[in-house]
């Protein structure tokens, strides 16, 4: 194995996807903190157990768990994802209190699940997520549905379908989950490999089988509507109620299931182009399970990478144009070059500056801050520098002034 090359289902980040990346999460955040959120971080790993005991079935623990033992024995795992250490740190630092309620956390980070790399899948993603402790009623999932929403359009980002479902509860979910068993056994060797496994332990999973869901028997298999009780079903005819009042497209879908099995009550996806861009739900009984305190929960998670591939060709020219405007500075004769070593010292103050480290010619120059994606270059000649000045030219128009050395130090010049 190459020491020099990334490990399989990793990414490197750098140049423009760089910019990308940064400028989604500066908006993310300054959004999260306009809708009330607080931001908290979590260690990359943790006990295994929080993992296995929130999320038993589900494939991120069956199969995807990053998981090892440290010198101590101690049996430890990357994060698969960010809600069930969240709960543990609002748990662990006494911050799941009534007089706190409802609190609003949120966390940015790298996400690690051992599973096939393939388009827009990776081992190790980033991720946003959100969550609200302390209340679960129609409104506290409308508002957090209505920052997914802003979320989605403060990025530019559309053409997506909203899904929604109603889980109800557990002991919905298992008398679904049953009946889904019944249903499907007869069918069990004409389900892919996958099914045939998720049969005997998690058959909700099966619904995400875009294989199986195409096949005819699949038309008439039980649906969660079947095990709804009528306080169930009004709490769905009131959301959907709300939400075409408030003009938001949605699809209602009852095989719609979360991969986590933590997750109770509603539960949303946003799907464009056949991928999931954001998704979340409601799960009233995670924090009672990880501790004992009966807390109602909700809140959603969008990974970075899927938001940079919804971005529209004009809205990353825009997001290009906001990185900071940087010159490269070319000497022509070496004591000019020792001088501006210093100078750009205090021209950093207001401005991005980086001093080529030797002489160059002007063409050469020019070439070089193209390549290295410079919008200005600062050249320095024998006049220039007798007048101690310094000619900036704009690579992008080609434009060009003539400032002195103190101007840069006193003010933003480009």
Same mark, same amino acid.
């Given at each position: 194995?190459?020491?020099?090359?990334?490990?399989?289902?990793?990414?490197?980040?750098?140049?423009?996807?760089?910019?990308?990346?940064?400028?989604?999460?500066?908006?993310?955040?300054?959004? @999260?903190?306009?809708?009330?959120?607080?931001?908290?971080?979590?260690?990359?790993?943790?006990? @295994?157990?929080?993992?296995?005991?929130?999320? /038993?079935?589900?494939?991120?623990?069956?199969?995807?768990?990053?998981?090892?033992?440290?010198?101590?024995?101690?049996?430890?795992?990357?994060?698969?994802?960010?809600?069930?250490?969240?709960?543990? &740190?609002?748990?662990?630092?006494?911050?799941?209190?009534? /007089?706190?309620?409802?609190?609003?956390?949120?966390?940015?980070?790298?996400?690690?699940?051992?599973?096939?790399?393939?388009?827009?899948?990776?081992?190790?993603?980033?991720?946003?997520?959100?969550?609200?402790?302390?209340?679960?009623?129609?409104?506290?999932?409308?508002?957090?549905?209505?920052? @997914?929403?802003?979320?989605?359009?403060?990025?530019?980002?559309?053409?997506?379908?909203?899904?929604?479902?109603?889980?109800?509860?557990?002991?919905?979910?298992?008398?679904?989950?049953?009946?889904?068993?019944?249903?499907?056994?007869?069918?069990?060797?004409?389900?892919?490999?996958?099914?045939?496994?998720?049969?005997?332990?998690?058959?909700?999973?099966?619904?995400?089988?875009?294989?199986?869901?195409?096949?005819?028997?699949?038309?008439?298999?039980?649906?969660?509507?079947?095990?709804?009780?009528?306080?169930?079903?009004?709490?769905?005819?009131?959301?959907?109620?709300? &939400?075409?009042?408030?003009?938001?497209?949605?699809?209602?879908?009852?095989?719609?299931?979360?991969?986590?099995?933590?997750?109770?009550?509603?539960?949303?996806?946003?799907?464009?182009?056949?991928?999931?861009?954001?998704?979340?739900?409601?799960?009233?009984?995670?924090?009672?399970? &990880?501790?004992?305190?009966?807390?109602? /929960?909700?809140?959603? /998670?969008?990974?970075?990478?899927?938001?940079?591939?919804?971005?529209?060709?004009?809205?990353?020219?825009?997001?290009?144009?906001?990185?900071?405007?940087?010159?490269?500075?070319?000497?022509?004769?070496?004591?000019?070059?020792?001088?501006?070593?210093? &100078? @750009?010292?205090?021209?950093?103050? !207001?401005?991005?500056?980086?001093?080529?480290?030797?002489?160059?010619?002007?063409?050469?120059?020019?070439?070089?801050?193209?390549?290295?994606? !410079?919008?200005?270059?600062?050249?320095?000649?024998?006049?220039?520098?007798?007048?101690?000045?310094?000619?900036?030219?704009?690579?992008?128009?080609?434009?060009?002034?003539?400032?002195?050395?103190?101007?840069?130090?006193?003010?933003?010049?480009?």
């Amino acid at each position: 194995m190459n020491f020099l090359q990334k490990p399989r289902g990793v990414k490197d980040w750098f140049g423009d996807e760089l910019v990308y990346f940064n400028w989604i999460v500066k908006k993310i955040r300054s959004l @999260a903190f306009n809708w009330g959120f607080s931001e908290v971080k979590t260690p990359l790993f943790e006990n @295994a157990q929080l993992f296995q005991r929130s999320n /038993a079935n589900a494939d991120i623990v069956q199969k995807e768990l990053y998981q090892f033992f440290d010198k101590s024995q101690r049996e430890l795992a990357l994060r698969p994802e960010a809600t069930t250490p969240i709960v543990r &740190l609002a748990c662990e630092n006494k911050l799941m209190q009534e /007089a706190n309620f409802p609190l609003k956390l949120f966390c940015i980070g790298s996400m690690y699940r051992y599973e096939r790399p393939q388009n827009n899948r990776f081992r190790e993603h980033w991720q946003f997520s959100c969550e609200v402790f302390g209340f679960s009623n129609l409104f506290i999932f409308l508002d957090t549905l209505l920052f @997914a929403n802003s979320l989605l359009e403060a990025l530019g980002i559309t053409g997506y379908v909203l899904k929604i479902n109603n889980l109800a509860n557990f002991e919905t979910l298992s008398k679904w989950n049953k009946a889904l068993k019944d249903y499907l056994t007869p069918y069990k060797l004409e389900l892919t490999e996958l099914s045939q496994k998720r049969l005997e332990k998690n058959p909700l999973r099966i619904l995400d089988d875009k294989i199986d869901q195409k096949k005819s028997f699949f038309k008439n298999a039980p649906k969660i509507t079947d095990f709804l009780d009528a306080s169930a079903k009004q709490d769905s005819e009131l959301l959907k109620t709300q &939400l075409k009042k408030h003009n938001i497209s949605f699809e209602w879908t009852d095989n719609l299931v979360r991969g986590l099995d933590y997750y109770t009550g509603f539960v949303f996806e946003y799907v464009k182009n056949q991928d999931t861009i954001l998704a979340g739900g409601v799960y009233d009984n995670l924090v009672e399970e &990880l501790s004992s305190n009966p807390t109602p /929960a909700l809140g959603f /998670a969008c990974g970075i990478e899927r938001l940079i591939n919804c971005l529209e060709t004009d809205k990353k020219a825009f997001i290009l144009n906001t990185k900071p405007k940087q010159m490269l500075v070319i000497c022509l004769f070496e004591e000019a070059l020792e001088e501006l070593i210093w &100078l @750009a010292k205090l021209w950093r103050e !207001y401005n991005q500056v980086t001093v080529y480290p030797k002489v160059i010619k002007v063409d050469n120059g020019i070439r070089l801050a193209n390549r290295l994606g !410079y919008t200005f270059i600062g050249i320095v000649g024998k006049t220039d520098f007798d007048k101690k000045a310094i000619t900036i030219k704009n690579l992008v128009s080609k434009q060009q002034t003539i400032h002195t050395w103190n101007e840069l130090g006193e003010r933003k010049v480009f």
